[in-house]
Nanobody, 116 residues
Framework: QVQLVESGGGLVQAGGSLRLSCAAS????????MAWYRQAPGNERELVAR???????KYADSVKGRFTISRDNAKNTVNLQMNSLKPEDTAVYYC??????????WGKGTLVTVSS
């Protein structure tokens, strides 16, 4: 079992920055990919950024150049640095983990609101 707890959400003005963090606990030694997803009201949940255990990253086109995902395997954390935020970035952001055996885990989410 793996537990994921997000932190760092909040209200920010357009153009501002926020840093989200996700702390993983439990059987984290077999974590493969870590990712951030988001879901805005009325929209489907979408991948924002993903990072492999080796550090390879993938970003949604809408956040490339503005968001940076990083992970600290020793501390079992994954972070999402979000710069130049836009109102359309407003959503609940979820931490996601994929284990080497394919099992996935979700955090409960943290709300990010970007005002115009």
């Amino acid at each position: 079992q793996v537990q994921l707890v997000e932190s760092g959400g909040g209200l920010v003005q357009a153009g501002g920055s926020l840093r989200l963090s996700c702390a993983a606990s439990g059987s984290t030694f077999s974590t493969n990919f870590m990712a951030w997803y988001r879901q805005a009201p009325g929209n489907e949940r979408e991948l924002v950024a993903r990072i492999s255990s080796g550090g390879s990253t993938k970003y949604a086109d809408s956040v490339k150049g503005r968001f940076t995902i990083s992970r600290d395997n020793a501390k079992n954390t994954v972070n999402l640095q979000m710069n130049s935020l836009k109102p359309e970035d407003t959503a609940v952001y979820y931490c996601h983990a994929t284990m080497v055996n394919g099992i996935i885990y979700w955090g409960k989410g943290t709300l990010v609101t970007v005002s115009s």
